[in-house]
């Protein structure tokens, strides 16, 4: 069992990066992105068109990338943050980091839910401690849906903190009792996190390392503090608890079988996983007779990504999404044909 102060996850929980218009790395990027969007969208995802800044691009995955003239912006957020960082640095190239979080969730006391206020009272008391006759922190706790969160620092400075309940705010999808403590890290902090990871530093200890030490100097001192990032499972050195389990295929094996995923491998993926049983009864159970329509024709590559050029208008990208939605509607129609006999409309059209 979990003990108070274990480490659930850590790392990059949010990437913001732009790049010169000349940019080859960016291309090169921009082309992963469409891979990926492209995946998402066969498998019944959603996509957003988007222009911050006026960058005018797409979001699938929590992942977007958008061009102007000037150059270009790519920006992932969440787990995602986590895994497409490294694509940002495979590819070569030379961003210009704007926004980069970094995030340590851990296991809480069963039932403490008076966390906020208690890192609040840690804060002033360390400002009076130090002799300060006006507070030099900004700590307020915000009080909402997800229960009580206390802000660290202003949103708009460079280093700010953000300590909630993560299990509220993701119920059902993590265990209970995890506290989240992120921190938004911009300009020149930003830049040298950014340095660091491209450097080979681990990003799970960085941000362990970074926002225990920033917890420091206000005077919070966390429950995890003596606790070291785990050593998520491998096969050399293999760990019986299942979150750690969990963790190792969020943060390594996700990787590799996106990849192969994309480039057409569905059912190799579902086979060595032995995931062949559990699709086939979530095939049964979401429409009747699809288990004997899924053949290996039934699922295709990924179409070709558009080129570059079509990003550098709105009106580009909403006619990307639009002939993607044609394809999913006529890819859904022949399936639910090949499951129900053929389409009195289609006979008609034909005739």
Known sequence: MPQVGDIFSSGVDWVTATFKAD???????????????????????????????????????????????????FQATSAAANVWYSEVLKFGCVPNITRLDLQVTAYRAPGDFAFAPRYRKAVRHFEKRMGRARPAVLATVDKNLSGDSLRIGAPSSEFSMNIYDKSDESAGLVPPDLSRFESRNAEHLARRLWKELSEGANPQKLAHSHNLARLLKVGVRPEWADHAVPEYFTPDRPKQDDFSRLMWLSNDVSKTVAGLIERGYVHEVIAHLGLGEVVEQLARESIPGLKERLTRESWKAPPTPPRLETFLSPQGAREILKRQDREREKRTRKRLQGIAGSDPTDAKQED
């Open 23 to 73: 940019d080859a790395g960016a291309a090169a990027l921009l082309r992963r992105c469409q891979t990926h969007w492209a995946a998402i969208e066969q498998a019944g995802g959603k996509m957003e068109v988007l222009s911050p800044l006026q960058y005018h691009g797409v979001r699938g995955g929590s992942v977007f990338f958008g061009s102007r003239k000037d150059g270009h912006m």
